[in-house]
C-alpha cells in the first residue's frame, strides 16, 4: 500500500492521470467532491494528537515503548496517506463490459454490467429486510450519491482481504449522472443485443 505515496503516473502513461485503468476505459472519479478525504486527514490529524499524548505518558514508565508506540502512529499515518494519494489515482472505472468498484488502493469488486439491475442517483439509505445481505459501502468513509442494485449476490474483496456477498453498492461519485446515463445506456445496448438473438 505505501507504494502509492511515491507512485505516479508516468507522462506517456496508456492510462492518462490514473494508475492501473486501461486507456480505452469510462472513468469516475470520487475524490473532488466528496468528503472521504478530509476525513481521512481529520484522522491522522487525531493520530497526531493522540500520539503525542500517548508518548508522553509511556515515556515516564519506559522510553524504549514510546519510541515503539511513535514507530506504530506514524506507520499508521503513512498508510492512511496512501490511502488518500491513491483515491485520486485510482478511479472506478467501467472497461469491457465490467464496473470496476475501487477505494483507493483496494479493489473491492469486479461486477459485470449484465449483471446491474438498477442504478440511481440518491443518496438516502437504500431499504433492506432483514435477512437481506448489506449494502457495499464502496465510497467508505465518504456518504453515497449513488444506489446501485445487482441481479444476483456478487462477491467483494474487503480492505482487510476478508469476502463477502453483496447485491447493493453505495458509491460516491463525483459525475453520478454520467455514471447512471453510462450504465444506463449499456443496460440498453445488451437488451436490443438480446432482442435481436431471440
Excluded at 188 to 195: N, W
Aim: with cysteine.
Amino acid at each position: 500500500m505505501l507504494k502509492y505515496l511515491f507512485l505516479k503516473p508516468s507522462d506517456d502513461s496508456p492510462s492518462g492521470p490514473w494508475l492501473e485503468v486501461p486507456p480505452e476505459a469510462d472513468v469516475f472519479t470520487y475524490h473532488r467532491e466528496h468528503a472521504g478525504r478530509a476525513l481521512l486527514f481529520g484522522l491522522i490529524l487525531a493520530a497526531i494528537i493522540e500520539a503525542t499524548a500517548l508518548h508522553w505518558l509511556i515515556s515516564l514508565w519506559s522510553h524504549w515503548l514510546a519510541l515503539a508506540a511513535t514507530v506504530t502512529t506514524v506507520w499508521l499515518i503513512l498508510q492512511i496517506l496512501a490511502q488518500i494519494r491513491a483515491v485520486g489515482l485510482r478511479p472506478i472505472y467501467i472497461n469491457q463490459g465490467h464496473l470496476i468498484l475501487r477505494n483507493g488502493a483496494f479493489d473491492l469488486a469486479d461486477v459485470p454490467v449484465s449483471q446491474i439491475e438498477s442504478i440511481e442517483k440518491s443518496s438516502r439509505e437504500p431499504n433492506c429486510e432483514k435477512g437481506d445481505l448489506a449494502p457495499l459501502n464502496v465510497s467508505f468513509p465518504a456518504s453515497h450519491n449513488i444506489i446501485m442494485r445487482l441481479k444476483e449476490p456478487a462477491e467483494a474483496t474487503l480492505l482487510n482481504r476478508k469476502k463477502r456477498d453483496f447485491q447493493i453498492a453505495l458509491l460516491a461519485i463525483d459525475e453520478g449522472e454520467r455514471l447512471v446515463e453510462t450504465v444506463d445506456n449499456q443496460l440498453a445496448e445488451i437488451r436490443e443485443t438480446e432482442a435481436r438473438m431471440d
